[in-house]
T-cell receptor, first 113, second 111 residues
Framework: GAGVSQSPRYKVAKRGQDVALRCDPISGHVSLFWYQQALGQGPEFLTYFQNEAQLDKSGLPSDRFFAERPEGSVSTLKIQRTQQEDSAVYLC???????????FGQGTRLTVV | GQQVMQIPQYQHVQEGEDFTTYCNSSTTLSNIQWYKQRPGGHPVFLIQLVKSGEVKKQKRLTFQFGEAKKNSSLHITATQTTDVGTYFCAERRAGSYQLTFGKGTKLSVIP
């Protein structure tokens, strides 16, 4: 497709369950970002990949959060042992370079019950 | 945490009125980006400002970067219902990969 694709669009998880969120960036985009957006707030940076290399993971809130981009294209954000405070929209964005215009996906709305 | 402060948090205007949102930082910004997020949607890039005192226009939208590069503004002339959404400024500090977003200004336009 022409844009950034994220799946699933919605995910309901029971507390303690593991979840995996997928991001398909725009083809050829070197840079990939993950953001977390709580209701009524701006997106908060989680992690950054340049191709397959994770160059910044300083925004990941705990060691329950893990992201990978093994072949420099599709990325997966995994959250282990989900907790209620993990409920948010998780946004993926890609760009030609980290300083370039970022294209966001529609996001995955995660609700932990 | 978020480094840029945006005001106001909410703005309700009558269709046809002008609208301005401001982004302020206590430190010098290397650049500033503006995004629009429609209700239920995702952030969409509008513009990037890099130079001190820079002014850019996109139809009814005017973007400005302060002379000291510590503030920025987005002005919409004669708002339309299609302008409804939340406008975010975002800054990337020199040497950082992170784009830090403000909390946004939510614009409502009354027809």
């Amino acid at each position: 497709g022409a844009g950034v694709s994220q799946s699933p669009r919605y995910k309901v998880a029971k507390r303690g369950q593991d979840v995996a969120l997928r991001c398909d960036p725009i083809s050829g985009h070197v840079s990939l970002f993950w953001y977390q957006q709580a209701l009524g707030q701006g997106p908060e940076f989680l992690t950054y990949f340049q191709n397959e290399a994770q160059l910044d993971k300083s925004g990941l809130p705990s060691d329950r959060f893990f992201a990978e981009r093994p072949e420099g294209s599709v990325s997966t954000l995994k959250i282990q042992r989900t907790q209620q405070e993990d409920s948010a929209v998780y946004l993926c964005a890609s760009s030609l370079g980290f300083k370039a215009e970022a294209f966001f996906g529609q996001g995955t709305r995660l609700t932990v019950v | 945490g978020q480094q840029v402060m945006q005001i106001p948090q909410y703005q309700h205007v009558q269709e046809g009125e002008d609208f301005t949102t401001y982004c302020n930082s206590s430190t010098t910004l290397s650049n500033i980006q503006w995004y629009k997020q429609r209700p239920g949607g995702h952030p969409v890039f509008l513009i990037q400002l890099v130079k001190s005192g820079e002014v850019k226009k996109q139809k009814r939208l005017t973007f400005q970067f302060g002379e000291a590069k510590k503030n920025s503004s987005l002005h919409i002339t004669a708002t339309q219902t299609t302008d409804v959404g939340t406008y975010f400024c975002a800054e990337r500090r020199a040497g950082s990969y992170q784009l830090t977003f403000g909390k946004g200004t939510k614009l409502s336009v009354i027809p």
